[in-house]
C-alpha cells in the first residue's frame, strides 16, 4: 500500500519549522525561516479549536488586529493564514527573553530600566489604542526584551472595547495578577485602554521588585485581592510608587493614559539614545547575545510523512506528530554539538530487533577477558560515577526501583568484561517523587565533581525540576520514564543536548493508536477521551490521533472529562449515542476501569483503546470482564516475551527474585548506551561536556531498541509497543507498526 502522504508537515504555509518554541491554551508556537532566509515565530490552532463554530471568524479578528497596529515596540505580523486546514500566523521573531523570564533568571531589573520598559509599552500601548484595539493581556509573559527596547506580543484575545469577547459573559479573558479589575469581574463591556494600563502598572511593578502587586498563589485568592484589596506596597518601589498607584487605581478614569504614562517616563529617560541601547543590564544583553547566535545556527525538522504499511525498521518514518515533538540538530563548524535539551529518553521508540541482533552480542560475549599486556597485566581501568536520580520510596517506587534493577544489571554485566575501557560505579540518590528533593539532588550531583552523568528521574515532575540545573551544568543525563516534551523552552546559553531520553514524547503514542484504528480493525467512527486529569500528555495524544484519522477521512469526536469525578454512564452513553466504533480513552488505570464497566453496561462492543498510563494490574482487578480486550499503547516493551529481552530476563528474575518489571529493559539499555557514549576511539571520556556531546553520535544496538539519534527527530522515535488484557493479563503484541493482533 502506498504511504498516506500529508503534505509537508515540516513547512506551513512558505515558512519552513525550525523547532517547536512552546505551546499555549490554543495552540503551538514554532522558529520558523521564510524563503529569503528571515526567522520568524509561526503559531499554529489546535485542530481542537479550528473546527469550532465561529473560531476562524474570531481568528480572522486577531490577524486583522495585528496587522492595524503599528508600532516600534509592537512585534509585526509577516504573514497569515486563517482559512488553512490548520489556521497559522507568522510574527517577527525576537530572541531576547520575556520580562518573566528575565526577572525569573536575573532578579527584578534596575529602576533605569524599568523606566524605558515603562515608556516603550506605554507607546506600543497608544498604538494598540489608536488602532480601536485592546490588547487584554499585557503582562510579563508577553512582554519579548530586545536590545534596543521591549516588544509586545500576542494579540490573541485583543479586541475593539466595543467587541464581542473572545469568551461568552461572565467568563474571565486575561492573566490573574496583571489583570485589571474590571477583568476580574469578567465584565467584558467595560473593558477598555484603561484596563491595559492597569496591567501594564502590574508587569512594571514585577519588573522593579519581582513580587506581583497582589501577590501570588491561586488564580482565585489573585482575583479577589485585585477587585477588593490595594496592591502591596512591597511591590511598589519609592521612586515609581505615585506613577503605579495611578495606574492600579480601580476605577478606570482615574487611572492615567498611556500618552501621560510615556510623559512622564521619559521626563527620566530624555537623556537616552533614541534606540536605548545598554537599557537592560549586562546578563541580559547577553543572554539576547547568545540566543540570537544560537538562530542562526539551527537545522531544520527533516520532511516526515506516515505510512499505512508497515515499513522496515531502517526505512520507519515518523508520524505528522513528530513534527511538533521533535528534537533538532544544532550544527557549527567544528565537533558536532546538538541543540540544547535533547536529553535521552529511553522509553521512547526504535525499531523491532531481532533475536539474534540487538543486545543478544551482550549475553553471548560477556565473559570474554582482555589479552594481557608484555608485562603480563592489565592496567587500571578508569572508574566512572553514574549517578542513578529516582523516586524509590514515592508513589513511582516501582517503576524507580525496576528501572535501578536494570541498571545495576547492566552495569554488573560491563564491569565484568576486562576488555572494556572503563568501568562503571553506579551511585543511587532516591529523591521520593519530590520535586523539591530533586532539584536539591541535582545541585549536589551537579557540585560533585565525581559524577560524569546522571541516569533519571523517574518522572516528568521531577525531571521538570531539575532540567535547568542540569542543563546548566551540562550533566549528560539519560532519562527513561520521562515523556514531558524537553524542547518547548526557548534556546539558552548551553548549547549542548545533555539529556537523552529514552522515553517517547508523548504526542507519539498517537502513532500506535492510529495504525491500529486504521489498519487492524479499520475503525470509522473513533471517540477520543480528553482525560483533563492527565494535562498535556491527554491532549497531546488526542489532538496528534484526531488529525491523523481526519486525514485518513474516518470520522472524529472528541470530548473533555474534568480531571475530577467522572460521570461513566453519562460518559459511555455519549459514546454509544454518536455510534462510535472505537474509543480511545487517555485517564489512568483507575479512571480507565470506571469507563470499561460503563462501556459493558452500555453494550458498546466497539474497539477500546488506552495508554501506558492505564496499563497497571488495578485496571484489571477493577474493571474484571469489562477489562477483556481492551489494547493499550506504551512506550515500554515486555522483555519477557520480546525475543531480544529474554536472556535479560531470565538474568534480571535470578538476580533480584522476579520478573523484570515495566522499564527495567528500558534502564538496562540506557546505561548500556550511556557506558558506550563515555567512550571515544577505544578511550574513556572523563569530561561532562565530551560526553554530552558524544551522546548524538553514539549509536547503540540494545534489547528493547536502538538508541540512535536522529536529526530533526531526535531519539527513538518509533519504539512504542502495545499491549491487550487477554484472559485476565496483559499480553504483549509487539512493537506498533509489526504487532501481531489476535
Known amino acids: 500500500m502506498e504511504p498516506l502522504r500529508l503534505g509537508d508537515p515540516s513547512r506551513i504555509g512558505r515558512y519552513r519549522l525550525l523547532r517547536r518554541l512552546g505551546a499555549g491554551g490554543m495552540g503551538v508556537v ?48 509577516l504573514d497569515a493564514d486563517a482559512d488553512a486546514e490548520t489556521p497559522w500566523l507568522a510574527t517577527s521573531y525576537v530572541p531576547g527573553p520575556s520580562l518573566g523570564e528575565a526577572v525569573e ?31 487584554r493581556d499585557v503582562k510579563p509573559g508577553n512582554i519579548l526584551l530586545a536590545p534596543d527596547g521591549p516588544r509586545l506580543i500576542d494579540f490573541g484575545i485583543a479586541r475593539a472595547p466595543e467587541a464581542t469577547a473572545l469568551t461568552s459573559s461572565g467568563v474571565i479573558v486575561g492573566s490573574p495578577g496583571f489583570l485589571s479589575p474590571e477583568q476580574a469581574r469578567a465584565r467584558g463591556g467595560e473593558i477598555g485602554p484603561p484596563s491595559d494600563v ?58 492615567p493614559t498611556p500618552a501621560r504614562l510615556r510623559e512622564t517616563l521619559g521626563e527620566d529617560t530624555a537623556g537616552d539614545s533614541a534606540d536605548a541601547s545598554g537599557w537592560l543590564p549586562a546578563p541580559v544583553t547577553r543572554l539576547i547575545n547568545d540566543r540570537s547566535a544560537a538562530v542562526l545556527t539551527i537545522g531544520s525538522i527533516e520532511p516526515t510523512r506516515v505510512s499505512a504499511s508497515a515499513p522496515s525498521p531502517a526505512a520507519a518514518t515518523p508520524s505528522p506528530e513528530a513534527v511538533t515533538m521533535t528534537a533538532v540538530e544544532v550544527t557549527r563548524p567544528g565537533p558536532r554539538v546538538v541543540g540544547r535539551r535533547g ?18 552480542w551482550w549475553w553471548s560475549t560477556r565473559s570474554k577477558t582482555a589479552t594481557p599486556g608484555p608485562s603480563g597485566t592489565r592496567p587500571p581501568r578508569p572508574q566512572l560515577v553514574v ?25 554488573e554485566q560491563l564491569n565484568a568484561r576486562s576488555d572494556r575501557p572503563l568501568s562503571l560505579k553506579l551511585e543511587t540518590h532516591d529523591d521520593g517523587g519530590d520535586t523539591g528533593r530533586a532539584d536539591e539532588l541535582a545541585t549536589r550531583l551537579t557540585r560533585d565533581a565525581r559524577v560524569l552523568a546522571v541516569l533519571g528521574p523517574t518522572t516528568d515532575a521531577c525531571f521538570d525540576a531539575t532540567a535547568k540545573t542540569y542543563t546548566k551544568a551540562v550533566m549528560p543525563v539519560v532519562s527513561v520514564s520521562v515523556g514531558t516534551d524537553t524542547l518547548t523552552s526557548p534556546f539558552d546559553k548551553s548549547l549542548f543536548h545533555c539529556h537523552a531520553a529514552l522515553h517517547v514524547t508523548y504526542g507519539l503514542l498517537a502513532a500506535p493508536c492510529v495504525r491500529y484504528l486504521s489498519n487492524h480493525v479499520d475503525a470509522r467512527r473513533v471517540f477520543l477521551v480528553d482525560d483533563r486529569a492527565q494535562g498535556d500528555f491527554a491532549w497531546s495524544i488526542c489532538d496528534q490521533t484526531e ?94 516475551a520480546r525475543p531480544s529481552a529474554r536472556a535479560f530476563a531470565t538474568a534480571y528474575r535470578a538476580r533480584f527474585g522476579a520478573a523484570p518489571g515495566w522499564y527495567a529493559a528500558e534502564a538496562h539499555d540506557a546505561a548500556m548506551f550511556l557506558a558506550k557514549a563515555c567512550t571515544e576511539g577505544g578511550t574513556a571520556l572523563t569530561e561532562r561536556g565530551a560526553i554530552a556531546r558524544r551522546m548524538a553520535e553514539t549509536t547503540y544496538s540494545g534489547i528493547t531498541r536502538t538508541v540512535k539519534y536522529e536529526p530533526g527527530y531526535g531519539y527513538n522515535h518509533d519504539a512504542m509497543f502495545e499491549f491487550q488484557v487477554v484472559d485476565g493479563a496483559f499480553r504483549y503484541l509487539g512493537q506498533y507498526q509489526e504487532a501481531a493482533v489476535s
Open 387 to 411: 549517578a542513578f536520580h529516582g523516586d524509590l520510596t514515592g508513589a513511582h517506587r516501582e517503576t524507580g526501583k525496576a528501572q535501578l534493577h536494570g541498571a545495576l544489571l547492566a552495569v
Open 547 to 640: 488529525q491523523a484519522l481526519r486525514h485518513l477521512g474516518r470520522d472524529v469526536r472528541v470530548t473533555q472529562t474534568a480531571a475530577g469525578r467522572i460521570d461513566y454512564a453519562s460518559l459511555a452513553a455519549e459514546i454509544t449515542s454518536a455510534r462510535a466504533d472505537a474509543v480511545v480513552f487517555t485517564g489512568d488505570a483507575a479512571r480507565a476501569a470506571g469507563l470499561a464497566r460503563a462501556l459493558t453496561a452500555a453494550r458498546f462492543t466497539g474497539t477500546r483503546m488506552a495508554t501506558e498510563r492505564a496499563l497497571d494490574p488495578r485496571f484489571i482487578a477493577s474493571a474484571g470482564a469489562a477489562a477483556t480486550g481492551w489494547v493499550f499503547v506504551t512506550s515500554f516493551t515486555d522483555p519477557t
Open 105 to 135: 533568571a536575573f532578579g527584578p531589573l534596575p529602576l533605569t530600566s524599568v523606566r524605558v520598559l515603562g515608556a516603550r509599552l506605554a507607546e506600543a500601548l497608544q498604538a494598540v489604542h489608536g488602532a480601536g484595539l485592546v490588547h
Open 343 to 360: 536529553l535521552l529518553r529511553l522509553g521512547s521508540t526504535a525499531g523491532l530487533l531481532a533475536a539474534s541482533g540487538g543486545g543478544a
Open 198 to 255: 492597569f496591567s501594564l502598572g502590574c508587569a512594571l511593578a514585577f519588573a522593579a521588585t519581582g513580587v506581583r502587586p497582589f501577590g501570588g498563589g491561586t488564580a482565585a485568592g489573585m482575583l479577589l485581592r485585585t477587585i477588593n484589596e490595594e496592591p502591596d506596597p512591597a511591590a511598589l518601589p519609592d521612586e515609581l510608587a505615585p506613577l503605579l498607584t495611578a495606574c492600579l487605581r480601580k476605577e478606570p478614569a482615574g487611572r
Open 30 to 77: 514554532f522558529l520558523a525561516r521564510a524563503p529569503g532566509g528571515a526567522i520568524a515565530a509561526l503559531k499554529t490552532v489546535r485542530s481542537a479549536y479550528a473546527d469550532e463554530s465561529g473560531f476562524r471568524v474570531r481568528f480572522r479578528r486577531e490577524v486583522e488586529a495585528a496587522r492595524q497596529v503599528s508600532s516600534r515596540w509592537v512585534v509585526p505580523l
